[in-house]
C-alpha cells in the first residue's frame, strides 16, 4: 500500500522530479477523496433531498418535479456531486497547503493555519445561514410572488441548482473577513484606508451582492445584509491584526 506523500519542511531541498511527483500524489489523494465524498453523498442523497426540499411551502407546493426520462438520475447525481465535493473539500484544502506550505516560513506557517480554521468555521457559519435564514426566505418570495398568475410549479433540476448556488453564495459571503484581513496583512489594505474610505467599500459590497446568484431584488438584500455587516466587522478586526503585526511590534520596542 502506497504511503501518503510527505510533507516537505521550509528550506528543504527537492528536484523538480520530487516536486512533480509530490504533487500528482496530492492530486490523487484528492481524487480520492472527492470519489469517496461522492459515494457518501449519493448513499445519503435520499436524506439530503428530503433536507433540501424542507424550505419549500407546505401543502400549496409539492414535490419538485421532473421532465426528461434520465432527469431524476441526472438530478440525484448532481446533488451527490455537490455533496460530494463539499465533504472533501477539507481534504483537498488540506492537500494544497502541505503542498505550499513549505515556501512559507514555520511562524507564518502557524498563522496561515489559524486564518485556514478560522475561514473554515465561517464557511460552516455561512451554509447554516443560508439554510435556515436565505434560503427560505428567497423560496418564499419567489413562490409566492404573482402567486395568482400562475400554476406554480417546481422543477426539480432548477431548484436544486438555485437552492446550492444561494448556500454556496452565502458561504463565498462569509469569507469576506478573511479575504479583507489578508489584504491589511499583505500590506494591501489598511484599517485607516478601510475606515477613510468606507463608503467606496459599501459600493464594492453592494455590487458583489448584485453579482452573487440571485434572480431577485428580495435575494440580493438577503445576500448583501451579512455582506456589509461582515465587512463592518473586517474593518474593526484589521485594526487587531495590524497591532499584532511584526512591523508593529518592532515600531514599539525601544531605540537602542
Not at 465535493?85 to 488540506?94: G, N, S
Not at 479575504?179 to 464594492?204: D, H, K, Q, T
Not at 448583501?224 to 463592518?232: D, S, T, V
Request: charged share 20%.
Amino acid at each position: 500500500m502506497k504511503r501518503l506523500p510527505r510533507r516537505l519542511r521550509h528550506g528543504e531541498e527537492a528536484t523538480l522530479v520530487e516536486h512533480l511527483d509530490e504533487l500528482r500524489s496530492r492530486l490523487f489523494v484528492s481524487l480520492g477523496a472527492l470519489v469517496v465524498g461522492f459515494v457518501v453523498g449519493y448513499v445519503l442523497h435520499h436524506h439530503l433531498i428530503h433536507w433540501l426540499n424542507r424550505p419549500l411551502p407546505e401543502g400549496r407546493i409539492g414535490r419538485p418535479i421532473t421532465f426528461g426520462v434520465a432527469e431524476p438520475f441526472l438530478t440525484s447525481f448532481k446533488v451527490s456531486l455537490y455533496a460530494g465535493f463539499l465533504l472533501a473539500l477539507p481534504i483537498i484544502l488540506w492537500q494544497l497547503w502541505s503542498f505550499l506550505a513549505p515556501a512559507i516560513e514555520e511562524q507564518s506557517q502557524r498563522r496561515v493555519l489559524v486564518f485556514v480554521l478560522i475561514a473554515t468555521g465561517l464557511l460552516v457559519v455561512g451554509i447554516v445561514f443560508g439554510y435556515f435564514v436565505a434560503l427560505p426566505a428567497a423560496v418564499h418570495y419567489l413562490t409566492n410572488y404573482d402567486k395568482s398568475l400562475y400554476d406554480i410549479r417546481i422543477r426539480a433540476r432548477d431548484y436544486y441548482s438555485f437552492a446550492t448556488m444561494v448556500l454556496l453564495s452565502m458561504a463565498l459571503v462569509f469569507e469576506v473577513p478573511i479575504f479583507v484581513l489578508a489584504l491589511v496583512r499583505l500590506g494591501i489594505l489598511s484599517s485607516a484606508r478601510l475606515r477613510r474610505e468606507r463608503r467606496i467599500g459599501y459600493f464594492v459590497v453592494a455590487c458583489v451582492a448584485v453579482a452573487l446568484p440571485g434572480v431577485d431584488p428580495f435575494t440580493t438584500t438577503i445576500e448583501a445584509i451579512p455582506l456589509l455587516l461582515l465587512f463592518e466587522a473586517s474593518i474593526w478586526l484589521s485594526v487587531i491584526v495590524e497591532r499584532r503585526s511584526p512591523a508593529a511590534e518592532l515600531a514599539s520596542l525601544p531605540d537602542p
